[in-house]
Antibody
């Protein structure tokens, strides 16, 4: 059973960089046709896809966040990471990591981490 | 960008009711539509992918239909554990991105 676990600071100051790591267990991050994504959800609001990475290192980002987002992968540690720069209060949210399964041209998020709340405040 | 809408935004229903939630895309997305269930304080859970394929382990009372721009999620007989918020999500615009609908909250009547 694949499990994902987010980790990182729960409080980030405005203008600084938010950094989170997702550790994957129960399977290799390098195996299969999977992408690894970050998704966030402000309190009481909907879900916003941030971006994803393939184990080759290829990335795709939400155009609205692209200038501030970097996603990387460390296959030796079975982890992938998110960096979001120049944060503001609007970036306060629960951040989820998720596995995105590819079946031919179909893509869907089949495993999710439990989520971690990141608050941007001075 | 592809925009997703859902209706209703919330509904009240009783155990045993048949519940239908609608999701509409701003342009045709073929069958690249997924449905998720989210309970308070928990991560979303995949229910349906490719508009109508039931994810392994999901009860058969959940079903999905539609293609193009209009999609539905149906719960044939609502159970107590089904009270949650449901989101649709399009994957047509991969790799430029995914978008989720705003959600439909199902609560107890």
């Amino acid at each position: 059973q694949v499990q994902l676990q987010e980790s990182g600071p729960g409080l980030v100051k405005p203008s600084q960089t938010l950094s989170l790591t997702c550790t994957v267990s129960g399977g290799s991050i390098s195996s299969g046709s999977y992408y690894w994504s970050w998704i966030r959800q402000p309190a009481g609001k909907g879900l916003e896809w941030i971006g994803r990475i393939y184990t080759s290192g290829s990335t795709n980002y939400n155009p609205s966040l692209k200038s501030r987002v970097t996603i990387s992968v460390d296959t030796s540690k079975n982890q992938f990471s998110l960096k979001l720069s120049s944060v503001t209060a609007a970036d306060t949210a629960v951040y989820y990591c998720a596995r995105e399964r590819q079946q031919l041209v179909l893509f869907y998020f089949d495993y999710w981490g439990q989520g971690t709340l990141v608050t941007v405040s001075s | 960008d592809i925009q997703m809408t859902q209706s209703p935004s919330s509904l009240s229903a009783s155990v045993g009711d048949r519940v239908t939630i609608t999701c509409r895309a701003s342009q045709s997305i073929s069958s690249y539509l997924n449905w998720y269930q989210q309970k308070p304080g928990k991560a979303p859970k995949l229910l349906i992918y490719a508009a109508s394929s039931l994810q392994s382990g999901v009860p058969s009372r959940f079903s999905g239909s539609g293609s193009g721009t209009d999609f539905t999620l149906t719960i044939s007989s609502l159970q107590p554990e089904d009270f949650a918020t449901y989101y649709c999500q399009q994957s047509y615009s991969t790799p430029r991105g995914f978008t989720f609908g705003p959600g439909t909250k199902v609560d107890i009547k």
